[in-house]
Every structure is written in structure tokens, then in C-alpha cells.
């Protein structure tokens, strides 16, 4: 896999990233997570674990990796395997995410996974955790979930303290989620400090079934951002794995166009996403290095105008896929 530039950040991505949601804590909402892990949930089966999905990864050329403070021992797994391997910084791109303290104390289930809050302190403490965890090698720091509503894109003093870390080299981000998806981009394409755009990535939702960030990304990739899509397979309902009955005719289009273009399901989901001239990096949320080997068939689909065409009519209004995904369970 060639890497791209990303943005104008001066940073190479590979076009299809790995994400480490699924692989740092028992729990997380994907489909199947439960099976994934095999159930085996200590420490060291699955630190093994994650560093077999990165190792195949690595190999395969994936070369941006994403964490977050709230995705459990994401960070520690990243960061026992860059150094056990003795990969440089330089060498791969490190993205990692703060505004979110996980919460599950290491079990499947939780009354809380991970508490969100985006005020300067916890910026301070976790910018502090993920700095001691991957030190030279977190190349962007991203806030985790951006809403308008938390009111962190009007919060000057976040925004300086991330300014500040900024100037130090860092490139900074936000990902988004939800409905609203499209305006927090907008708002953050504003957000100046100093005369100086702020923001130097996003990480947004784009998939077959909801497309309604797609001019906001856009005019982020315009305006020179890195983009990051996430949540490329919609959390594993794009994939053989998804056996809901009301999603049949969704099924048959999806397994029609995949046989055509000699495909998984999931590879044609996430080719749908390399095809978008905005797109710097498509992350892979696989857990098992079977799901990544898979997903990363994506690179080698021939997208057309008839894959295109025939797939549009796959997009859910984004209520209804937003309210989907809000009812994903914990597993
Ligand atoms: N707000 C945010 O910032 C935010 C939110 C969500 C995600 N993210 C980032 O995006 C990354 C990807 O997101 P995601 O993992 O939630 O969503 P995703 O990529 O849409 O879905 C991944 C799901 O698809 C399943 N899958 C993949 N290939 C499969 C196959 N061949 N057959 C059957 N099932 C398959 C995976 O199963 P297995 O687990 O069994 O492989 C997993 O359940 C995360 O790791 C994280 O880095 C960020």
C-alpha cells in the first residue's frame, strides 16, 4: 500500500489506517465483539492479540494507527508493540484521542464504558497519559467526539492549550459523530487561534448507509485537513457478520455487487470510501487478523460508476441510521 500525503500536515498515511477501539478493552458495540476475542479477556491474551492484528497490519502496509485514551489499554498495547518491534516515530503515523476517561474497570459489561468530558483538566491529564504511553511517536491529537452542544469548539482556553500543543509539533484533530456530523466540521474549518486554523484533521463517519458528512468533508480535505473516515463497515452491520432479517434487500445488493467485483462484502464497504477523492485514511476496526486480511481486500477492488449507482440506495435517513447505532449493545 503507497502512502498519501495527509492534508497539508506534512505526515504520509496508508490509505486504509487501523483503529484500536475493539482491541484495548473487553467490551465494546461492534457485532460479534464477544466471539472476536474468543472470550478471553486477560491482559496479556489480549495485548498478544492486539499485536498480532498490528503485526499483520504493519506487514500488509498499514501505516496510521489509531487509539484513544477511552479504548482501555489501547495506548499501552500500541505502545509495548512499537517498541518490542522497534519501529521508529517516523516510521508510522500515531493518532490518539482525549475527552473520554474509560470507565469499565476492564469488564464486558459496565454500568459506565467511559465518561465524556472536554474541559481543560482532563486535556491536561490525559494529554499527560497519552504522552507517557507513546511520547514521540502521537503524531495527532484529537478531541474524541466533538459536539456543538459540549461547547469545546467555543472553549478558548481548550483551544489555546491545544494551540500550544500544536506549536510543539503535534498535529490536532476532532472526530465527530451523529446527525450533526456536517456542522460541527464546518464550525471547526472556522476555529482560529490567533489568525491560524486550529484544526489540522478530522475523523468522521462515512459509509454505504449514511453520506451526509460527505460535503463537509469535503471542504475539510479542501481546505487542507487530513481525513479520516471511521466506522466504514457501520459497525459491522456492512459485513457477512450482519444476519438482521430487515436488512435482506440491503444484504442481496451488497453480496451482488461484491460476487461482481470478486469482493467481500466488507472489502466493497470500505472501497466505496477509498473511491472518495476527500478520503486521506479508511480505518479498519478489525479485531481478528482474518476481519483485517478481509477488510484490506478493499485496496485491490476496481470501484465503477455501476458499484456506485447500484449502491445508493443503501443510505438511510441520518435518524434513523444514528438511531441504529445508539442501540448497539455493549458486548
Ligand atoms: N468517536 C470516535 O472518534 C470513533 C467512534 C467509533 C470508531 N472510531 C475509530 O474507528 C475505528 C473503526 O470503527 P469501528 O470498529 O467502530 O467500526 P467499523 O469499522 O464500522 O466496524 C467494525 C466491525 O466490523 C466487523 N468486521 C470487520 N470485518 C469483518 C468481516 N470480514 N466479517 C465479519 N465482521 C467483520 C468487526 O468485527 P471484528 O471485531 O470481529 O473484526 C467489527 O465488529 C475504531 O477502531 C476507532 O479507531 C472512532
Known sequence: MQTKPFGSTGLSVSPVGIGLAALGRPGYITIGHADALGRNYDVTAME?????????????????FDAARSYGRAEAFLASWLQRRGIPPGDVVVGSKWGYTYTA?????????EVKEHSLAV????????????????????????????????????LKALARLKGGGTA???SVSG????????????????????????????NLLEISAGPALRRAAAAGLGVIVKEALANGRLTEANEAPEFDRQRKRLRQEARRLAATVDALAMAAVLAQPWASVVLSGAATTSHLVSNLRATDVIWDDRAAASLENLVEPPEVYWKMRGQLNWN
Open 48 to 64: 498478544a492479540g492486539a499485536h498480532r492484528v498490528l503485526d499483520k497490519a504493519y506487514a500488509m502496509g498499514v501505516r496510521y
Open 105 to 113: 474497570g476492564w469488564q464486558v459489561e459496565a454500568a459506565s464504558h
Open 123 to 158: 486535556l491536561q491529564r490525559q494529554w499527560k497519559e497519552s504522552q507517557a504511553h507513546l511520547g514521540a511517536h502521537l503524531d495527532l491529537y484529537q478531541i474524541h467526539s466533538a459536539t456543538l452542544e459540549s461547547g469545546v469548539l467555543a472553549n478558548r482556553e481548550v
Open 172 to 174: 490536532i484533530g476532532l
Open 179 to 206: 446527525e450533526g456530523q456536517g456542522a460541527v466540521i464546518d464550525c471547526a474549518l472556522e476555529t482560529t487561534i490567533d489568525g491560524v486554523r486550529l484544526f489540522d484533521a478530522v475523523q468522521a463517519t462515512w
